[in-house]
Each structure stands twice: as structure tokens, then as C-alpha cells.
């Protein structure tokens, strides 16, 4: 039996690892908030009374135009919050497992970004969770995993698959970006796979890429959502989609073109098949209800 303290309660992630968690898994949760308010002697007290095998980071500030906008509190949600945790870890000597983003790079290339390129981002999100990872990988380097994932959807919390079902639904005309090119990757996806790599002894510390195979843009993804949509009764009507370029939004911050991730490395690593990015959004809507697109987490 293993002791996992997850930070994080109702987010996306979060909300999937404590339905997914397996029989041998002893789990005990702290919400972000939680986490916030408490002073770091009552959370060394947590930490050394539960004496964690492993640490899940599940949270993050990850409105990526408020972080333009307040980079300091990308800072604090992203980087301070880690480097706290990361010193509450070697009290009890756990292994960390913290989440972070495609958008450390500058989705300069042209094909899925492999564990090896250096990263370079583009905006204060990107940078605030490189600057995690970088802390990570120099003061907790063998005790440390650090999974990059991408376009992560689920029916909690705030997402991109969410937002596209209730605008379709509110209205008959819709404008969808069609110069950012990523890899969707379905939350449940991402829990199985973690809780996979604590029961592994094969997945080593280090920098590792996960998200549903292949990968489409922002126009092509709301396409197949809506065309999913309509086939199981989500949506009542079909609106036209049109395809524009990121500039006509006039967002504060700068998105990568192009930040597919390569996942092959921990497919290999834990003998796991491919499951396309289309099989994936079918299998999460299919549990979708108009309660739970509408549902503000």
C-alpha cells in the first residue's frame, strides 16, 4: 500500500485521479486553498504524520491571459507554490510528481515536441512553469517526475471542450482559431497514466510528454467537438464554425503556433497503446451531460 498526498481537490486532474485512484493506493487530498492559508509548520505536521510515498501536483494558476495581465500571480501559483512543496517533500523524503505545460515552448516547429528541445516561452505562464520544472530538475532531480501535457479537457472545471459545447449551443455563428496547432489530451488519460508511472518501476525522475495521439488546431478540434456534440444530443443545432487567425482576439497573451507534444517516450515506458485524440473526446462526451457543460467548478 502506498501513501499519495494529491494537491488539488476539484480541478480537471484532480477530480480524475480520486476516481481513478487504484485498491492500492491510500490517498489523502489537500485542496489548493487549503494548502494557501496553512503555515508551512502545520503543513510540515501533515507531511510528516501522513509520511507521503508520493506527491501529486494537480495545481496550477493557468488562465493564461490573467497571467500576462498579473504575472506575479502566475509566480505564486506556479513556481512559489512549488518550490514550497518540493522543500515539504524532503522532510519525508517523497517523490514529487508535478504537472506542467506545451507552453513552455515557442511552437516554432513543425512537428510534436520530443522531451529533449530546449524549451523557450512565449508568455508568463510558459515561463512561470519552466522556472518550476528548472527548480525541480536542480534541487530535487532524482526525486522528481515532471509530466508536460497538453490541452487537457475533462467535464470539471474550465476547458476548451467545455467553452466550445456552451458557445455552439448559445449561438448559430461561432469564430475558432485555426493557426494553433496542439495535442488534445483527455484528463482521465492523464490520471490513468499517472498513477501507472507510481505503480512502475520503469519510469525514472525526469522530463516526460503526455497527451492523446496525435494532434489537430483549434478549428479541427471544434469541429469533431461539435460533429460528437450533435451525434449524442449535446447540441440542438448545428452552428457554422469559421476558421480566423489568433490576432482576431486580441488576447493579451501570445500563444504558440504549434506545441504538439511527443508522447512516444512513456508510451514505450509503460507498454501503452495509442488511443487517438479523436477516440479519446468521444469516450469523455459520452459522459458528458448538459448539467455538467454548464457546471461552473
Not at 444530443?233 to 457554422?240: F, I, M, P, T, V
Amino acid at each position: 500500500m502506498l501513501n499519495v498526498l494529491l494537491l488539488g481537490q476539484t480541478g480537471q486532474l484532480a477530480s480524475e485521479l480520486r476516481l481513478t485512484t487504484p485498491a492500492s493506493i491510500r490517498l489523502k487530498v489537500i485542496s489548493y486553498s487549503e494548502f494557501s492559508i496553512l503555515s508551512y509548520v502545520e503543513l510540515s505536521r501533515i507531511f510528516l504524520s501522513y509520511k507521503p510515498d508520493w506527491v501529486i501536483n494537480a495545481v496550477a494558476c493557468n488562465q493564461v491571459d490573467q497571467a500576462e495581465l498579473l504575472p506575479e500571480l502566475a509566480m505564486a501559483g506556479n513556481f512559489y507554490l512549488v518550490q514550497r512543496l518540493q522543500r515539504l517533500c524532503v522532510l519525508t523524503d517523497s517523490k514529487l510528481l508535478h504537472i506542467s505545460t506545451d507552453y513552455v515552448f515557442d511552437g516554432s516547429q513543425a512537428q510534436p515536441y520530443k522531451e529533449i528541445v530546449q524549451p523557450k516561452p512565449l508568455n508568463h505562464y510558459g515561463k512561470s512553469k519552466l522556472l518550476a520544472e528548472q527548480w525541480l530538475q536542480q534541487e530535487y532531480a532524482e526525486s522528481s517526475v515532471i509530466i508536460r501535457t497538453s490541452w487537457l479537457y475533462s467535464a470539471y472545471g474550465s476547458n476548451f471542450v467545455k467553452t466550445m459545447l456552451k458557445l455552439m449551443q448559445a449561438k448559430s455563428q461561432l469564430q475558432v482559431a485555426q493557426d494553433q496547432t496542439g495535442s488534445p489530451c483527455r484528463a482521465y488519460s492523464l490520471a490513468c497514466v499517472i498513477w501507472k508511472i507510481i505503480g512502475s518501476k520503469t519510469v525514472l525522475s525526469g522530463v516526460y510528454h503526455w497527451a492523446d495521439s496525435g494532434y489537430c488546431s483549434r478549428y479541427e478540434f471544434a469541429t469533431v467537438i461539435q460533429a460528437f456534440g450533435l451525434q449524442l444530443g449535446l447540441l440542438s443545432h448545428k452552428a457554422e464554425l469559421i476558421p480566423v487567425n489568433s490576432e482576431q482576439f486580441n488576447s493579451p497573451a501570445v500563444r504558440p503556433a504549434f506545441s504538439a507534444l511527443d508522447s512516444s517516450l512513456l508510451r514505450e515506458l509503460l507498454f501503452l497503446p495509442e488511443v487517438t485524440w479523436q477516440q479519446q473526446l468521444l469516450q469523455a462526451l459520452l459522459l458528458f451531460t448538459p448539467a455538467s457543460i454548464d457546471k461552473k467548478d
